[in-house]
């Protein structure tokens, strides 16, 4: 063998190289495995990287172990005989490679009450796992966690019923994984204990940088924000039941490495709190959303965001004010206060009825938001806007010239009554606006071709224009929704008489009628 062929990273390449084939991957790399002792280890190391549910190690004990095949669906296979330690050598050379494991509890219970016997907390089944997914076993498959739990892994990601985690796994579970640098919890139904519990595994894990709970009491909030190298936190269904308040611990740095904050409440007071009293705010994602009302409070939030938040840092809003208390289009006050952020590039903010938004406010957020992406501002479809919409299709041209990097547009417009003598067809647009959703926007059946004409000449690369109403409730099509499909079809008939226009000298678009509609 070529001396070149004992260097192990040599060896670790030519495995990955193997491992990035889209066919055959397994295959070839069990077959590069048996070439020589040298391969041996490289290449089982990718094979066992990742491994779902314990049905693939299992199936390396020897089949007079089990009364029949063991497959993921055959659960009435029974052990004919003990598991011996040669048995256990076999399975712990091959377990030792695994650093994922996500259990989908594809064996018989009998399987995990026999491994039990064996690995146990302090010697877990998988030594070397760094990264491990739980999901809803239920309550039998969960009592056996603990022979998973190890020092190395670093990323954990637990769904599991809320009661079983707080009564027998999180009490320890910061000293038995202390090395965590990820946690998602996800608890089935809502515990509020679950959050209380949470305190002490924070305690052990100072190298925490994100972190997925339902709720967090503020004892336990007060010792996340002071984590030194979290970056992204999330709190889903924070209930003001429980408490909203939040104040740190004098003297200490809050959230100083905070990028990325996702809340779930029914109220944004806590999230405003976090907001107003985080050092220095350097955030780059934010996402709220509300499940329940509470109208006094939402200028608030807006508030802290343009108060507490770094100009230059924020790139991504998301907001779901989803207030069914409130019956009437909101002001553009709280959007006024988030035009300052100028190195936005995805702004997504969902009411209930929309923004009360005019061809001149627009004009303010395009000059405001350069960078922008992707921009959705207006109603979610829920229930009818109101009427009439303030702001037309001239609106949308300062999009088209001072936001260069748009793409993707969501918002509502009025096309009920246009005077296409005031549209200016002569624009030399760049824009990249390849799709737009005009919800459920007014718009006559007089205006449809027109429509298309000025979209695809300020949007010359839109591909798509949608809405949101589509049936799936149960309801019947109303008429704007016709009429909007008709400018899809318009648009595409245009673009394509545009590029003939452009590419063939004897082609006369101005005689179609798309793009001379009168």
Same mark, same amino acid.
């Given at each position: 063998?070529?001396?070149?062929?004992?260097?192990?990273?040599?060896?670790?390449?030519?495995?990955?190289?193997?491992?990035?084939?889209?066919?055959?991957?397994?295959?070839?790399?069990?077959?590069?495995?048996?070439?020589?002792?040298?391969?041996?280890?490289?290449?089982?190391?990718?094979?066992?990287?990742?491994?779902?549910?314990?049905?693939?190690?299992?199936?390396?004990?020897?089949?007079?172990?089990?009364?029949?095949?063991?497959?993921?669906?055959?659960?009435?296979?029974?052990?004919?005989?003990?598991?011996?330690?040669?048995?256990?050598?076999?399975?712990?050379?091959?377990?030792?490679?695994?650093?994922?494991?996500?259990?989908?509890?594809?064996?018989?219970?009998?399987?995990?009450?026999?491994?039990?016997?064996?690995?146990?907390?302090?010697?877990?089944?998988?030594?070397?796992?760094?990264?491990?997914?739980?999901?809803?076993?239920?309550?039998?498959?969960?009592?056996?966690?603990?022979?998973?739990?190890?020092?190395?892994?670093?990323?954990?990601?637990?769904?599991?019923?809320?009661?079983?985690?707080?009564?027998?796994?999180?009490?320890?579970?910061?000293?038995?994984?202390?090395?965590?640098?990820?946690?998602?919890?996800?608890?089935?139904?809502?515990?509020?204990?679950?959050?209380?519990?949470?305190?002490?595994?924070?305690?052990?894990?100072?190298?925490?940088?994100?972190?997925?709970?339902?709720?967090?009491?503020?004892?336990?909030?007060?010792?996340?924000?002071?984590?030194?190298?979290?970056?992204?936190?999330?709190?889903?269904?924070?209930?003001?039941?429980?408490?909203?308040?939040?104040?740190?611990? *004098?003297?200490? @740095?809050?959230? #100083?490495? +905070?990028? $990325? !904050?996702?809340?779930?409440? %029914?109220?944004?007071?806590? /999230?405003? =709190?976090?907001?107003?009293?985080?050092?220095?705010?350097?955030?780059?994602?934010?996402?709220?959303?509300?499940?329940?009302?509470?109208?006094?409070?939402?200028?608030?939030?807006?508030?802290?965001?343009?108060?507490?938040?770094?100009?230059?840092?924020?790139?991504?809003?998301?907001?779901?004010?989803?207030?069914?208390?409130?019956?009437?289009?909101?002001?553009?006050?709280?959007?006024?206060?988030?035009?300052?952020?100028?190195?936005?590039?995805?702004?997504?903010?969902?009411?209930?009825?929309?923004?009360?938004?005019?061809?001149?406010?627009?004009?303010?957020?395009?000059?405001?938001?350069?960078?922008?992406?992707?921009?959705?501002?207006?109603?979610?479809?829920?229930?009818?806007?109101?009427?009439?919409?303030?702001?037309?299709?001239?609106?949308?041209? *300062?999009?088209? @010239?001072?936001? #260069?990097? +748009?793409? $993707? !547009?969501?918002?509502?417009? %009025?096309?009920?009554?246009? /005077?296409? =003598?005031?549209?200016?067809?002569?624009?030399?647009?760049?824009?990249?606006?390849?799709?737009?959703?005009?919800?459920?926007?007014?718009?006559?059946?007089?205006?449809?071709?027109?429509?298309?004409?000025?979209?695809?000449?300020?949007?010359?690369?839109?591909?798509?224009?949608?809405?949101?109403?589509?049936?799936?409730?149960?309801?019947?099509?109303?008429?704007?929704?016709?009429?909007?499909?008709?400018?899809?079809?318009?648009?595409?008939?245009?673009?394509?008489?545009?590029?003939?226009?452009?590419?063939?000298?004897?082609?006369?678009?101005?005689?179609?009628?798309?793009?001379?509609?009168?």
């Amino acid at each position: 063998m070529h001396r070149c062929l004992r260097i192990p990273e040599i060896l670790r390449v030519i495995s990955v190289h193997i491992n990035l084939q889209l066919h055959h991957r397994s295959r070839d790399l069990l077959a590069v495995a048996l070439v020589c002792r040298s391969f041996y280890n490289a290449s089982l190391d990718l094979l066992w990287r990742e491994i779902r549910g314990l049905l693939p190690l299992v199936r390396c004990l020897p089949s007079e172990v089990f009364s029949g095949p063991l497959t993921s669906h055959n659960h009435d296979v029974v052990l004919t005989r003990a598991i011996t330690a040669s048995d256990l050598e076999r399975l712990r050379a091959h377990a030792r490679h695994v650093q994922s494991y996500v259990d989908w509890s594809n064996v018989p219970i009998f399987i995990y009450q026999a491994l039990s016997f064996y690995f146990h907390e302090g010697q877990p089944i998988f030594p070397n796992m760094m990264e491990m997914t739980w999901g809803y076993g239920g309550a039998e498959t969960f009592s056996y966690i603990s022979m998973f739990l190890g020092p190395r892994i670093r990323r954990l990601n637990l769904s599991i019923d809320g009661d079983s985690v707080q009564n027998s796994l999180l009490p320890t579970l910061g000293a038995k994984c202390p090395s965590i640098v990820k946690f998602d919890l996800h608890a089935r139904g809502y515990y509020p204990d679950t959050g209380r519990q949470m305190k002490s595994c924070l305690s052990h894990w100072s190298q925490l940088e994100t972190l997925h709970v339902c709720y967090l009491p503020e004892e336990s909030l007060q010792i996340v924000a002071g984590l030194p190298h979290l970056r992204s936190l999330t709190l889903a269904y924070v209930h003001d039941e429980y408490g909203n308040t939040f104040s740190p611990i *004098p003297g200490t @740095k809050v959230f #100083p490495a +905070l990028q $990325s !904050l996702s809340i779930i409440a %029914n109220s944004p007071t806590l /999230c405003a =709190n976090i907001l107003r009293a985080t050092t220095n705010c350097l955030l780059k994602e934010f996402y709220f959303s509300m499940f329940g009302p509470d109208p006094p409070v939402w200028h608030d939030l807006y508030a802290a965001l343009a108060e507490s938040c770094n100009k230059s840092t924020l790139t991504k809003i998301h907001i779901d004010d989803l207030d069914l208390e409130v019956w009437d289009p909101r002001a553009t006050n709280e959007l006024r206060l988030l035009l300052p952020f100028a190195g936005l590039t995805h702004v997504i903010i969902q009411t209930i009825y929309g923004f009360d938004i005019d061809d001149a406010f627009m004009g303010e957020i395009a000059a405001a938001w350069p960078r922008i992406h992707l921009l959705y501002i207006g109603a979610t479809g829920i229930t009818q806007p109101f009427e009439p919409q303030r702001l037309t299709l001239h609106g949308l041209a *300062p999009l088209a @010239k001072l936001c #260069p990097e +748009l793409e $993707s !547009l969501t918002v509502h417009v %009025n096309v009920a009554h246009i /005077c296409p =003598n005031s549209f200016n067809l002569g624009l030399d647009s760049k824009s990249r606006v390849n799709y737009l959703n005009v919800g459920r926007s007014p718009i006559s059946e007089s205006s449809v071709p027109w429509t298309a004409v000025y979209l695809s000449t300020i949007f010359p690369e839109l591909r798509e224009v949608d809405c949101c109403c589509d049936g799936s409730r149960g309801e019947e099509q109303p008429e704007y929704s016709a009429r909007w499909l008709e400018v899809h079809k318009h648009l595409a008939a245009y673009r394509y008489a545009s590029g003939h226009k452009q590419n063939d000298p004897y082609c006369n678009c101005e005689s179609d009628a798309i793009t001379n509609p009168s």
